[in-house]
T-cell receptor, first 114, second 110 residues
């Protein structure tokens, strides 16, 4: 199994630019999560989807952030416009809902906004 | 709001020694997870604990869960340098949402 795939792995952009992060969950998984990790705030859940439907987006910091899951094998997290305080590592994770709900994490995207 | 607290946050230990990392959480939950993160890397799942009294072991690591006390422990036996990493506990609440602790940064010195 290829695991959760994220792209790009690194992104450097300038303030005000649009950033799109991409995620392909593990095949057969039906729940997908977007997290952000920073030194100051630790690991925070931004949003998660069950069966492609957004369930909880209470962690999305503000309207500049949006996430979509058009099908079971693809999700995007978009930041528009980006700000320096958005600099962080963004992880995508997926799971197959059931007894364990064990989440498997992708390699992450390290975002730097200058 | 669910709070998950780990202690210690930083742990420096010598090879061959034993130690325990504690994870306390504030509301009822029946699923607790332990993850490992190496510097600059992603999170790797170590254990899933589903019920009160659950105990799981893998190599030098053993995790346990006491749902009545809202406490999980990660015990390290005879530490080796390869165990140096940050360890996170996470508690499931509200659907499949996970709330993570702050992480315990473990350094094992020769």
């Amino acid at each position: 199994d290829a695991g959760v795939i994220q792209s790009p792995r690194h992104e450097v952009t300038e303030m005000g630019q649009e950033v799109t992060l991409r995620c392909k969950p593990i095949s057969g998984h039906n729940s997908l999560f977007w997290y952000r990790q920073t030194m100051m705030r630790g690991l925070e859940l931004l949003i998660y989807f069950n069966n492609n439907v957004p369930i909880d987006d209470s962690g999305m910091p503000e309207d500049r952030f949006s996430a979509k899951m058009p099908n079971a094998s693809f999700s995007t997290l978009k930041i528009q416009p980006s700000e320096p305080r958005d600099s962080a590592v963004y992880f995508c994770a997926s799971t197959r809902l059931g007894l364990y709900n064990e989440q498997f994490f992708g390699p992450g995207t390290r975002l730097t906004v200058l | 709001e669910l709070k998950v607290e780990q202690n210690p946050l930083f742990l420096s230990m010598q090879e061959g020694k034993n130690y325990t990392i504690y994870c306390n959480y504030s509301t009822t939950s029946d699923r607790l997870y332990w993850y490992r993160q190496d510097p600059g890397k992603s999170l790797e799942s170590l254990f899933v604990l589903l019920s009160n009294g659950a105990v799981k072991q893998e190599g030098r690591l053993m995790a346990s869960l006491d749902t009545k006390a809202r406490l999980s422990t990660l015990h390290i036996t005879a530490a080796v340098h390869d165990l140096s990493a940050t360890y996170f506990c996470a508690v499931q609440s509200g659907g499949s949402r996970l709330t993570f602790g702050e992480g315990t940064q473990l350094t094992v010195n020769p």
